[in-house]
């Protein structure tokens, strides 16, 4: 009889996760198919980022490009300067959960025989002023390498360049992707809430050359996001506009099942953030 019992308990679970399955598979089924206009506090959300996430209470989702200056006002409130290992003895300032971020993707590079350097964090409306002036005298013209002032990603404090040892010292490059550490970053960097801000072949939408050694915090789940999908910040913002307008079509890479249900899943399990 206790057996029955047990048995008739497994049955009632395995229904219950058959009809998780279910909701799951027509969650995913919506989102293929467009999805209705929803708010954050609907209850029919279908975008493939949280509610969490897409309402962005510690504005780790924030663009800057040209489009979309800083002024000279905007400055993070939480700014700290970095333990990680970095290029100089300056110090380096990012926002602190960014700094802790950092820190924790050094450490894990470390542990697979890597070291990385953190050259440019935190940079001032100010400081990016005088940067582009200096390099538009240098060069002649704008050679989309240094930002003009409230165009940076690096006054948000959430941006940095982080390179190996050969690079220190030297003019960036794209060649710095074929290093060891270029393509550690890039495989692992979303594992601790960085994206490559400025990726090859996206430079019509970032208006930005490919920075390799640019690496951005926009949090775990955004960044599993962006990676999995090959998309920019800009265009996340786009989808973000189209899903608000009702015509947002998912068209991106289910076949890892990169979010279900809210949630983030990694096929291979290496890592999965819940809702
Ligand atoms: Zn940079």
């Not at 040209?66 to 380096?92: E, G, H, Q």
């Not at 940095?160 to 490059?173: E, H, M, P, S, W």
């Not at 809430?193 to 775990?220: A, C, M, N, Q």
């Amino acid at each position: 009889m206790d057996a029955m019992v047990s048995l008739f308990r497994g049955q009632r679970v395995i229904a219950f996760v058959t009809a998780t399955m279910l909701a799951a598979v027509i969650i995913a089924a919506s989102i293929g198919m467009g999805s209705p206009t929803a708010s954050a506090d609907d209850a029919s959300w279908t975008f493939p980022l949280s509610e969490e996430t897409m309402t962005d209470p510690d504005e780790f989702l924030t663009l800057v490009n040209t489009d979309r200056l800083l002024t000279s006002d905007d400055k993070p409130a939480d700014l700290v300067n970095i333990a990680a290992r970095k290029t100089t003895s300056d110090a380096v300032q990012l926002r602190a959960p960014v700094s802790e971020a950092l820190s924790a993707l050094f450490d894990a590079a470390k542990s697979d025989g890597l070291t990385l350097y953190a050259h440019s964090g935190y940079r001032s409306y100010q400081t990016q002023k005088v940067m582009f002036a200096n390099r538009l005298a240098r060069v002649g013209y704008d050679d989309k390498l240094v930002q003009q002032a409230g165009a940076s990603d690096h006054q948000t404090g959430m941006g940095v360049d982080v390179i190996n040892k050969a690079l220190i010292g030297q003019r960036f490059g794209a060649s710095f992707a074929d290093t060891k550490e270029g393509r550690w970053l890039a495989e692992h960097c979303a594992e601790y809430g960085f994206v490559i801000r400025y990726p090859l072949g996206k430079e019509d939408i970032t208006g930005i050359s490919y920075e390799p050694w640019h690496l951005r915090y926009v949090g775990v789940e955004a960044a599993w996001y962006l990676t999995d999908n090959e998309i920019t910040l800009e265009e996340l913002w786009e989808q973000w506009d189209a899903y608000q307008a009702g015509t947002f079509e998912f068209g991106g890479n289910d076949e890892q099942g990169v979010i279900q249900d809210g949630a983030v899943v990694v096929e291979d399990g290496a890592l999965d953030v819940g809702s």
